[in-house]
């Protein structure tokens, strides 16, 4: 989402050389021997390709392509792959789009989950489960808001399915980003951030982030956060806005 008038890997080069980690969405149209090659070290990546929590069919093609992204994760060491509550298209909307979900849904995507979890510990890689938001970005979407992640993720209870807490879909859907970070810290595996609105840098939006990375210290978190957001201008200039934010 930075330096995206450079080629992919060239991004990443670049990335790496400013001295931040890596993330990347669907590593199927990515040359990650090349990535690899960059010496970049990377933190996530997409986790499965289709699929979906509840039903047979789509949580048979989860778990297989999540099998698939293993695979991949192997190649650039990543060691986090990220999962949404059911499969996305090219413009990030449902494949099938849900406005309701039912018990007997919570109890699937559970038991999905709890699959997923398995598979993570199998080969040493944690998944991750990131809410979104339905009013702006991923309408439709089940299991989206930060409060359905954290009661799967609670439910599963493995530390090979963990959080990935993205502020700036919290912060459209619900707010209060200092309490979501504090009840949801044991179960969190990564933070993800941008400013509202626009999905930008710290700085450019109504989040108070210096705020939030006092919490987070105060609270001992010692992960990664993560900018997932469009660069307002430079990207340089983006991304050291972004650092600025979170050093205490």
């Known amino acids: 989402m930075t330096f995206t008038e450079l080629p992919f890997v060239e991004r990443v080069g670049r990335i790496h050389e400013l001295g931040f980690l890596v993330e990347i969405w669907d590593w199927s149209t990515k040359d990650l021997g090349a990535l690899a090659a960059t010496g970049a070290a990377f933190s996530s990546m997409t986790g499965y390709l289709q699929g979906d929590l509840t039903t047979e069919d789509g949580a048979q093609a989860l778990l297989s392509t999540a099998e698939q992204s293993l695979v991949a994760a192997e190649i650039i060491d990543s060691p986090r792959l990220n999962l949404h509550g059911t499969g996305l298209d090219g413009r990030g909307l449902p494949v099938v789009p849900r406005t309701s979900v039912s018990g007997a849904d919570w109890v699937a995507a559970v038991r999905t989950l709890e699959r997923i979890a398995a598979l993570g510990e199998k080969h040493g890689r944690v998944f991750t489960l990131e809410n979104l938001n339905t009013a702006v970005d991923h309408p439709g979407t089940p299991f989206a808001t930060a409060k359905d992640t954290i009661a799967l993720v609670g439910a599963v209870g493995s530390p090979y399915l963990r959080l990935n807490l993205d502020l700036y879909h919290a912060q459209i859907g619900e707010g209060n980003l200092i309490d979501l970070v504090t009840t949801a810290l044991p179960l969190i595996g990564e933070i993800q951030v941008a400013d509202v609105p626009g999905r930008r840098e710290p700085g450019t939006g109504e989040i108070n982030f210096p705020a939030i990375a006092r ?15 469009w660069a307002s201008g430079d990207p340089v200039a983006a991304v050291e806005a972004f650092r600025s934010a979170f050093t205490l």
């Open 215 to 229: 919490a987070l210290g105060d609270l001992g978190y010692e992960g990664v956060v993560a900018l997932e957001g």
